[in-house]
């Protein structure tokens, strides 16, 4: 295994536990968040930005020439290669209000690959975590995917985003539904991926996401045993994707779901 991504992901979970610490200490004084409004149903607080800035501070010291891609600041551009994608608190909404289902998320890109992903649920104190070719753990321990073979074997996460088309996530719930299938949601998109990777959810879809909120937990996917929609990484990071995710025996009924929902082509 490459020693400087064995090297980086050491680093990279001792960053992300240092932001979620960060992170739990503003959750826990909600009535001092410093809340607005990006759009609808997009919210930012004082607690983003400063957990985004201190991954960044620790990122440029130990990595100055790595590029930084982050969801509340500007991009700083690579020279040695690796990127590093932040969403320092994904599931803003949540976090706000008290809630749980928000997590802190890093990735790190090589060569226009995922190589670490990173994705930890402070109020659980769960932490997902994959190298490229080592695997998925949670909390150190193997993970995998759900085996489900149908949608009535378990729960789908289905993520829906004001950037689409309200229809298209009523024709999923259409579908899910006369299958006999059940759906969830929680206010973070990387948090449900993770539970696909765990075996939680069957599967996942949704029809855009950025790349900070999806990114890490595709890898943590596919090192589970997984399987998800391909995409180009220039076109993840300029603009994101459409998501679609779930375990090799579901995979096909769900994206031939999606892919007729979505008005999408093979």
Known sequence: MNTSIQERHEKAMQIVSD?????????????????????????????????????REQLQQAYANDG???????????SSGYTWVIDPIDGTSSFVV????????????KDGQAVIGIVKDPVANETFSAIKGQGTTLNG????????????????????????????TQKVLDGLMQESGIFYRCGSGAIMLCY??????????????????????????????????P?????????GACIITAGEALYPQLQSLCLDAYQMQA
């Open 68 to 78: 930084i891609i982050g969801e509340e600041h500007d991009n700083i551009e690579s």
């Open 196 to 229: 696909v990777a765990a075996g939680r959810l069957i599967a996942y879809c949704e029809p855009h996401m950025y790349s900070w909120d999806c990114v890490a937990a595709l890898l943590i996917i596919s090192e589970a045993g997984g399987r998800h929609y």
């Open 98 to 109: 008290g809630m749980p289902g928000w997590a802190v998320v890093l990735a790190c890109i």
């Open 141 to 168: 321990r193997a993970i995998s995917v759900s085996q489900a073979t149908r949608f009535d074997q378990g729960s789908t996460g289905v993520g829906y985003s004001n950037r689409t088309d309200i229809q298209q």
């Open 19 to 55: 932001a979620a610490r960060l992170a739990l200490n503003y959750f826990h004084d909600i009535e001092a968040l410093h809340i607005e409004n990006k759009g609808v149903q997009d919210f930012v607080s004082n607690a983003d930005r400063a957990v985004e800035l201190a991954i």
């Open 231 to 239: 995409y180009q990484m220039d076109e993840m990071l300029s603009s």
